[in-house]
């Protein structure tokens, strides 16, 4: 959610932080009921089809490297007062958070109910489950200036540990899809038991998906003109994997009776592949002064819509209905709008504004 690179705006990182922002809505509302193994309903199916398409945090990664590992220098001192702030950060949102819901739900408030949901922190939790980017981001700046060094003085490493991440990515999501499809428990057992072994060789384990999404931003930003060339070739490639895998889901959602979500996760092939997609059509993308204005504004504004939206959705929820698709749609987009106008008013503060700016 970085904003800037040398002061000047790209449009189309604007456009793909703008997109990915409302992937991230469209996923907490939930805008998309995609269960077709208990709904079989052609409307299900497509519902399912968007929502593996709807991945927000991969791509505020890739944006994220895209921007600081194009940077042609580096301040170590700097750096780590940045990671410091991301800390920071989400201490106070995480506490604001939880205080804040903790009131509208008029649950009694506790220093000890405070701090328990304060360290239990991480994807989906109670109130604060969307600050795990956060937690995320910290992990990934901790490995930033070997990432910057390596592709600025020795890029051979950086393309070496890019294809190392990338095979263990492979192979992890390879082996999902096996012990999915398999109904042997011997053979499965056996698959589980390497899947264990191989993460036993991993340096970077719980976010190494991650680190990936991170370091493709820096080869976007290394080979960003042949990417925009081959936008063609890139759709191509992203179009046929989506329809690929669908139909791979719906064979072994069918098979199991269980709905196999390995493809609408994070950690997925197809999420590295839809950035590499979306920055190709994005990057050279060109607007009105109307639409660049427009995109300038929400993208510059994502963190603080991304630490707030949360709430907002609640908020919509009491005025929407949710029962259509149209429905919970008109609530991501009330979502969006009312948590752009908070930031932005509160931005105006100059004492508030250093906590909706990452």
């Known amino acids: 959610m970085t904003e800037t690179v040398n002061k000047k705006r790209l449009l189309g990182l604007d456009v793909i932080k703008t997109i990915a922002i409302m992937f991230v809505i469209a996923i907490h509302i939930p805008l998309f009921q995609y269960d077709f ?33 194009k940077r042609s220098e580096l301040t170590i001192s700097k750096h780590y007062r940045t990671m410091l702030k991301i800390f920071l950060l989400l201490l106070f949102w995480a506490l604001f958070l939880i205080v804040i819901n903790l009131l509208y739900d008029k649950t009694p408030i506790n220093r000890s109910l405070i701090i328990d949901l304060f360290l239990k922190t991480k994807a989906a939790s109670l109130y604060t489950g969307e600050l795990w980017f956060l937690q995320a981001l910290f992990a ?58 191989i993460h036993r060789l991993k340096l970077i384990d719980q976010y190494d998906w991650y680190v990936l999404y991170f370091m493709s931003g820096g080869l976007v930003s290394l080979f960003s003109e042949e990417i925009q ?8 490639i992203w179009f046929v994997m989506w329809l690929s895998f669908f139909f791979l889901s719906v064979f072994i959602s069918k098979e199991k009776n ?18 590499l997609f979306l ?34 959705i609640r908020i919509s929820r009491l005025l929407i209905p949710q029962d259509l698709f149209v429905e919970r749609f008109l609530i991501l ?12 008013t509160v931005k105006r503060i100059t004492y508030l504004k250093r906590l909706f700016v990452l």
């Not at 060339?229 to 191509?236: M, Q, V």
């Not at 987009?333 to 932005?344: C, R």
């Open 37 to 69: 193994v208990s709904d079989n309903n052609i409307g299900v199916y497509v519902q399912f089809a968007l929502r593996m398409i709807s991945k927000g945090v991969p791509l505020f990664f890739a944006v994220n490297g895209f921007l600081l590992l």
């Open 140 to 197: 990934v700046y901790m490995i930033y200036p070997l990432l910057w060094l390596s592709l600025q003085k020795e890029r051979k490493l950086y393309y070496i540990l890019f294809v190392l991440l990338l095979g263990f990515a492979c192979i992890d999501e390879l082996l999902n899809i096996m012990t999915s499809i398999l109904d042997n428990p011997v053979y499965i057992g056996h698959l589980n038991n390497l899947n264990l072994f």
């Open 229 to 236: 060339k081959r936008k063609l070739l890139f759709t191509i």
């Open 279 to 312: 920055f190709s059509v994005c990057l050279g993308i060109k607007g009105t002064n109307i639409t660049e204005k427009l995109f300038l504004q929400i993208g510059s504004n994502t963190f603080g819509i991304y630490v707030t939206h949360q709430f907002f």
């Open 333 to 344: 987009l009330s979502t969006l709008v009312l948590s752009f106008f908070f930031t932005k």
């Open 258 to 275: 269980q709905l196999f979500s390995q493809f609408i996760d994070n950690s997925s092939i197809f999420q590295l592949v839809s950035i």
